[in-house]
């Protein structure tokens, strides 16, 4: 490999990261909550939800169905250009409907959705051909910016102020500016538009035959867990690792999103029973998942994956989901507290990050590097379907006051699915 050669592959993954900053607006979704259950839209808390869980499901369902064949054909710069108009396209829709709770549906939830499930796939997909030999960090940074991007676009609307520290002093936001949720909306639209395409200019899968210098493709020993082996969807789809696979992925996934979805909802009931007055509980709630979940999703995708690359990808999910089911079920009990707000969120959201540079790693690793890509998408349908069960969950309980009956029966699924994948062992070489 010649050193330009080197370099092009790290250009890629600041692509990657580029493109990931943008799609990562769906985790920003709690900075419209709150407006969306007030003048002029006064949706109900579930309503919200429903349309944070179709944009996750339209997410999983797109990326399986489309965008992981298609980018196997046509390329991986092709699809994420896609992705960023579809994405920019239903947020500037979204914006031109007004308060109607349909038209947000369809511009946020269903084309934002898609948009996102065209461009996901692409940087991962690429990056585990360049990286063979970084699987498990690489998949962490090339997702990192999901997470991240959640922080920028939350704090766009209120400013980048952090509990006391007020990083944009006398300016309060987009909204304190006086813009309203659907100029939001529009705003959103033309730059998650103009930087995904600009992102995928270096969307590129590396020559055929290439590999990073000094690096020696497995052997056949060790190809069951390497990726050596060649599994296609429907081989994969019938062993049972597959199905251990996304089982533990699909209560990751629910216990993560639920809190993105709600933190700002439960946040504010549960620290008005403190005493805590509306104007402050909405700047500790925005505190909470614009700095400490947003920031520490961002860590725990790079974090877990380098963890995962030393220790095991199995020992490293397993470690992940005892730790999620533990806050998971202590966050209902601390939330009420703006100290036990902030650890929770930060815990939560680190943990949940490292879904997303473990189980694309754990499916290349035993299902195959060279159809990561196609793979991929359909262990993430789990994360689609915990993208319903989750939110929704959370808001109906919200609605019905009962939070307990959200959080709490959630931990228990990650603690149950800690055992189990403990026991994960690698499937047998395809013929």
Known sequence: MTDSRSMNRW???????????????????????????AEPFQFT??????????????????????????????????VAMAGGLVLGGGYLLAGAMGSSFWGILL???????????LGYVCPIAAL??????KKGLITGLAVAGFGFGALIWIKLTSGFKFGPVDLTPGWAGLYGMGWSVSQVFKLYGILFAALVVLGAQVMVNPPKGWSPAGWTAPSSASAATTGGVNFGAAQMARTPQFWTVFLTFLVGATSGLMVIGVIQLFGKDALATKGIDPAQANIIT???????????NGFGRIAWGSMSDRMGRKNAITLMCLLQGIMMVLFYFIGGREWGLYLGAAVIGFNFGGNFALFPAITADYF????????????????????????????????ARAWMWAFIPAGIACLVMAAVIRSLTPPKAAA
Do not use: E, H, R
């Not at 990931?20 to 259950?37: D, E, P, R, V």
């Not at 925005?286 to 520490?296: E, I, N």
């Not at 590097?369 to 969950?393: C, E, I, K």
């Open 11 to 37: 250009w890629v993954v600041a692509g990657g990261i580029l493109i990931q900053l943008c799609l990562g607006a769906i985790y920003a979704w709690s900075a419209f909550t709150g407006k969306l259950t």
């Open 107 to 117: 511009g946020v939830g269903v084309l934002g959705g898609a948009g996102i499930g």
């Open 128 to 133: 585990v051909k360049w990286f063979p030999d």
């Open 286 to 296: 925005g505190t909470a998942m614009g700095l400490f979940y947003a920031l520490m």
């Open 45 to 78: 808390k579930t309503q919200t939800q429903v349309i944070f869980s179709v944009g996750l499901l339209a997410f999983a369902v797109v990326m399986a169905l489309v965008a992981g064949p298609w980018q196997k054909t046509a390329g991986p710069k092709k």
């Open 368 to 399: 195959g590097n060279a159809n990561v890509g196609t793979n991929y998408p359909w262990v993430f349908m789990s994360y689609g379907l915990g993208g319903v069960v989750g939110p929704v969950l959370g808001g109906m309980m919200g609605d």
